[in-house]
């Protein structure tokens, strides 16, 4: 059974700052990985979506890696922003078609 | 413009009551997905339909029960049977590509608070 984990679950830095999230899934079998940006009492805006057979995908200041073999993916941040404070959730897509199983999230806050 | 749109934003329940939410989405999308969202746990899939006339359940279907008549629309109904309701529901759709796999983005609406009173 595909398990997602995000870590850390809250995060807190100074504006400007690079920063990592991090996405851990148990079942490297999978189509596809994409990052979301929820806002408080809002619904999820895609960010980055990962094919299976892509390292990475880049869309401005974010950057997400994709490591099937060793289940994990990394969304960098550059030069945070308060506007950034939001929660970020990975979620994976695996075998099985409709499959998509998420992660918990990490709630960032970036401090002006 | 094109999106989905859930209705209402906030709906309060008593308890024994069948409530029913709203998901609509112009963007010519056959999957629609409902989850369940509560706090500091992922997002749990209820029902999802591939097509028109056709759904399927997901991890938690119990205590729910879904229908899908137009392209557009897939309403969920939260049924007295589900013993704890009180979540944020999302409502999502998303392209199908040639056979069962689903391998784009899918986009979500803003979401409905449901409260038990």
């Known amino acids: 059974k595909q398990e997602v984990t995000q870590i850390p679950a809250a995060l807190s830095v100074p504006e400007g700052e690079n920063l990592v999230l991090n996405c851990s899934f148990t079942d490297s079998a999978i189509y596809n990985l994409q990052w979301f940006r929820q806002d408080p009492g809002k619904g999820l805006t895609s960010l980055l979506l990962i094919q299976s057979s892509q390292r990475e995908q880049t869309s401005g200041r974010l950057n997400a890696s994709l490591d099937k073999s060793s289940g994990r993916s990394t969304l960098y941040i550059a030069a945070s922003q308060p506007g950034d404070s939001a929660t970020y959730l990975c979620a994976v897509m695996g075998t099985g078609g409709f499959k998509t199983i998420f992660g918990a999230g990490t709630r960032l806050f970036v401090k002006a | 413009d094109g999106g989905i749109t859930q209705s209402p934003k906030y709906l309060f329940r008593k308890e024994g009551q069948n409530v029913t939410l709203s998901c609509e989405q112009n963007?010519?999308?056959?999957?629609m997905y409902w989850y369940r969202q509560d706090p500091g746990q992922g997002l749990r899939l209820i029902y999802y339909s591939q097509i028109v006339n056709d759904f399927q359940k997901g991890d938690i279907a119990e205590g729910y029960s879904v229908s899908r008549e137009k392209k557009e629309s897939f309403p969920l109904t939260v049924t007295s049977a589900q013993k704890n309701p009180t979540a944020f529901y999302l409502c999502?759709?998303?392209?199908?590509?040639?056979?069962?796999?689903?391998?784009?983005?899918?986009?979500f609406g803003q979401g409905t608070r449901l409260t038990v009173v």
């Open positions: 999502a759709s998303s392209p199908r590509q040639g056979g069962t796999l689903m391998n784009t983005e899918a986009f």
């Open positions: 963007l010519n999308h056959d999957a």
